[in-house]
């Protein structure tokens, strides 16, 4: 018992509630988001401390025992990924002050972020299954809201599909919960994986749990289900997309890795290879889309579903190795994908186009934002110091270990193409003849670059430090890796 | 009776897909509406139809139904609510800038505004 646990999910709830009185008064707004968002981010990073020297942290709502109530579960992957997306929020709102505009923020932008956020963190923290739906609901609908908000016509056209599909998912997910409650006549995850481990992973818990693959692929955006994607992250403002692709895909990876290393974990001859295969194939299609398209916002957004495929190459491999790769990649992407939203955001903010064709020469204006983008981008490919190099070495190690050279092959020859994409920005971007003036420039990056820069830090010190990082991934993995040691923590006594 | 729910859901489910995939916006919405109409449906089969009285406590009945999947449905039930109200006015607001409820006229290429 341990009430430091709702803490990430109470402050941005009621932080959201309070603001929704003050939509008028911009200032107020942007301070009071400000600073909820910053005792987020540090209470998210007591909450790791805490799960480190002290073990996995439960709260049973309301005091009712473990199977019967809602528990929330922070253990080390919770906890991570609280304070990672807790500091992408952070840093995301900071750039909102700048770049979202007047309109948008009398009309209950800060409100909605922090609902998403609510959404996100109540997510990775629950531990019971149908609650987990809540989460993911409550987090889509702001979503909805933030995608749509300022309603020119491409948002309205775009939020249209991406509601739709998010609505048949969310239908998926409440006949996937129906089954398993069927099955094993519970909603909690501990005692659900005690449950399934008792009668053994039938065939029909498989067929679920693929069910459960089509629903969490469908948020995560793996390979057959990922059409949507490109279109709707395109739609709104830069701020918002950076949200969205650091935040709602990685739940959906985060939901598969938890679904996939505590509940089905018995018979993992067909679900795994099945999540390999998938996996590879989103690696194919994010490449293939990064390297075709010349808009640089669509470059980043296909370089999304890559960073999926890497990721679930490492649960699909489900060596301690590789799911402490997949852990350090997960916080790795987040980060480095948020930043580069935000780089890319900066540059149709002083071009005033998001089409690389017409860019050209930033560099000799804005070196800062330049180097930058060179040290985002490098880390993104993975090379050595930066932090994208330990997640792929890691993963690429545990798929050594477990045989599986094809998706090694996937992962190293994506890395490439992954390369090629982002240096095609910089090359195109900042290289070259100075196409603008210092004066013709439409708009300025002041305010832009604090944001910027803490995200490349924190990116750039999860590289250099990893020494000093892996110590909380590596129990992070050891947690994934024997679901024994969660499912006691929440069922104790 | 279990059976003869399941094949009216199959039936609701098959009506929904049929409706998600017109071109009319409008049916799309039915379509949802169909859908989560089958799933809330499918909660409550697969929490079991045996007989027995409403989970309310009254001296003297012996066996109550399952109380969880009404919970859920009624918490599914809410949510749907919601999305459905936003959907709706979302399609009002895209017909009025639009100008249309074909989806095959809302594609567009990515680049225009």
Redesign the interface.
Known sequence: MNNVVILPILIPLLTGIILIFFNKYIKVQRWISFCSTLITVLVAGYLVQTVFTDGIQTLQLGSWKAPFGIVLVADMLAAILVLTASIIVFTCLIYSFRNIGKARESYYYYAAVQFLTVGVLGAFLTGDIFNLFVFFEVMLMSSYVLIVIGGTKIQLRESIKYILVNVISSALFVIAVAYLYAVTGTVNIADLSAKISEIGQPGITTVISILFLIVFGLKGAIFPLFFWLPGSYHAPPIPITALFGALLTKVGVYAIIRTFTIIFYHDTGFTHTLIGILAGFTILVGVIGAVAHWDVKKIIIYNILTAVGVILIGVATLTPTSLAGSIYYLVHDMMIKAALFLLVGAMVVITGTSNLRKMGGLITHHPYLGWMFFIAAISLAGIPPFSGFIGKLLIVQGGLQAEHYVLVGAILLSSLLVLYSVMRIFINGFWGEAKLKKEEEKGTTNGLLFPITLLVAISVTLGIGAEWFYPYIDQAAKGLADPTIYIQAVLKE | MEVLISIVIGILFAAATYL?LSKS?IR?IIG?GL??H???L??L????LKQGSAPVLVKGTEQYVDP??QA?IL??IV??F??TA??LV??Y??YQ??GTDNMDL?K?S????
């Open positions: 998600m916006l799309i949802t859908l989560s089958g799933a809330h499918l909660i089969t697969m929490g079991g969880l999947p859920l918490t599914a949510i749907s919601g999305v936003f959907f979302l399609a607001r895209a800038e639009l809302l567009g990515d680049n225009d505004e």
